[in-house]
């Protein structure tokens, strides 16, 4: 995970980008510090009532782990990953590769006290998507907030 800043009107140009290195935003991604790792391509971000944030992802990216990890500002520095859930996901389904990716939060989602979070399923088998239209669709859970942690 690395983070990133950019004025909105400047997002298309690239050399406009800054990038945090642990202490400041430079430019160059190469210079960017890895904040934390063990992190899918699609996560999300979002800040707590409490004033912390949340990360959500999927473990390693294509696993059926789906974990969370605490911090005091969106670059962190982020606790250790707590998985929150594991899907059942290949063995409840009756074709091979199916995997799950891409868990997030949806807080405009939520309602006050918990975390919508949607993860996604798919399948290496095209013609399988025609037999089983379950596959590829989102599925949701939810983390209830008790106002510490979750």
Request: include cysteine; hydrophobic fraction near 40%; charged fraction near 15%.
């Amino acid at each position: 995970l690395l983070a990133a800043r950019v004025p909105q009107d400047g997002f298309p140009q690239v050399n406009t980008w800054e990038f945090f290195d642990g202490s400041n935003w430079v430019a160059g991604a190469e210079n960017a510090a890895r904040l934390t790792d063990r992190v899918s391509s699609e996560l999300s971000v979002t800040p707590l009532p409490n004033g912390r944030f949340i990360l959500v992802f999927t473990v390693d990216t294509i696993t059926r782990t789906i974990g969370y990890r605490m911090g005091v500002s969106p670059r962190g520095p982020w606790s250790v990953t707590h998985p929150i859930y594991t899907s059942t996901f290949p063995d409840d389904f009756p074709v091979e590769g199916v995997w799950c990716y891409n868990a997030k939060a949806h807080p405009h989602l939520s309602e006050p006290g918990e975390l919508l979070i949607s993860y996604n399923v798919n399948c290496t088998d095209f013609w399988a998507h025609f037999s089983y239209a379950d596959i590829y669709r989102p599925r949701f859970i939810r983390m209830v907030y008790t106002g510490a942690e979750f």
